[in-house]
């Protein structure tokens, strides 16, 4: 074979295995991943075999290599897919015809596939946003009702039955004890972590007098860190309180 006609047959393989289409199945049923796949041929090619034969030989291997890496991805997540997409094709392989080969592919959604992405997402951030407000609402009521007169004042608005049938002392405070260990949102803002730790730990001092010194210190800590705008706020509320339990704030 002359210089001319070996890079000729070099050419013609080039262009049977750069950027040629690929339609991959994604993780979600219907939704497909659409991709462009080059070939980096790293072997010899026998001369005595058809170009033709041994790019569609490269072609074929290459898909189903593409199709395994993609069938566990999900569309949702573009990059995802695209970096164990060609993470999984640089690994040179070897194809039926002997022809060892690495690759790269562009992976992109068709419209109609986009669409349907979209819509997934809607739905799940619809969903999301739902979950959340009612984990937020339970959340709320746990907390409300974990002292039994809230929780007596809540059955007393909600009861359509006689107040013989209520609970009794005990019965209320064994359930308002079990809403109070409810378990809080992971996500909670960081001050608001600081405020039910707060008022727990109030909660342990069930002297009046003992609250009051707690208070105190709290407004010598605030002094002690050039707030006393803060101090002097603790101050007016134990002079103008009897019940320094009521003062510190719920979350």
């Not at 600081?194 to 727990?200: E, N």
């Not at 002094?223 to 706020?233: L, M, T």
Request: proline share 6%; glycine share 4%.
């Amino acid at each position: 074979m002359t210089h001319t006609t070996r890079r000729a047959r070099h050419r013609a393989l080039r262009r049977g295995v750069t950027d040629f289409p690929a339609l991959l199945r994604s993780s979600r049923p219907g939704i497909h991943f659409t991709a462009l796949i080059t070939a980096t041929v790293l072997t010899e090619p026998d001369s005595a075999n058809d170009t033709d034969l041994i790019a569609n030989h490269i072609r074929q291997a290459l898909r189903s290599a593409a199709a395994e890496a993609l069938r566990e991805q999900d569309p949702t997540d573009l990059p995802a897919a695209r970096d164990a997409c060609n993470r999984h094709l640089s690994t040179p392989r070897t194809t039926a015809n002997g022809i060892k080969v690495t690759a790269a592919a562009r992976l992109t959604l068709a419209p109609d596939d986009q669409a349907a992405v979209n819509e997934l997402l809607t739905a799940a951030r619809t969903q999301g946003i739902k979950d959340t407000l009612e984990s937020q609402r339970t959340q709320a009521l746990a907390e409300r009702l974990a002292h039994p007169a809230a929780l007596l004042a809540w059955l007393l608005s909600n009861s359509t039955t006689d107040l013989a049938g209520l609970p009794d002392d005990k019965a209320l405070a064994d359930t308002a004890e079990r809403l109070a260990r409810y378990p809080r949102s992971e996500g909670e803002p960081f001050e608001v972590q600081v405020l039910a730790l707060v008022r727990d730990f109030f909660d342990q001092f069930p002297r009046q007098e003992q609250k009051r010194m707690l208070m105190q210190l709290l407004a010598d800590a605030m002094r002690g860190a050039r707030q006393p705008a803060h101090a002097d706020k603790i101050q007016e509320l134990l002079e103008n309180t009897t019940n320094p339990a009521g003062t510190v704030p719920g979350p």
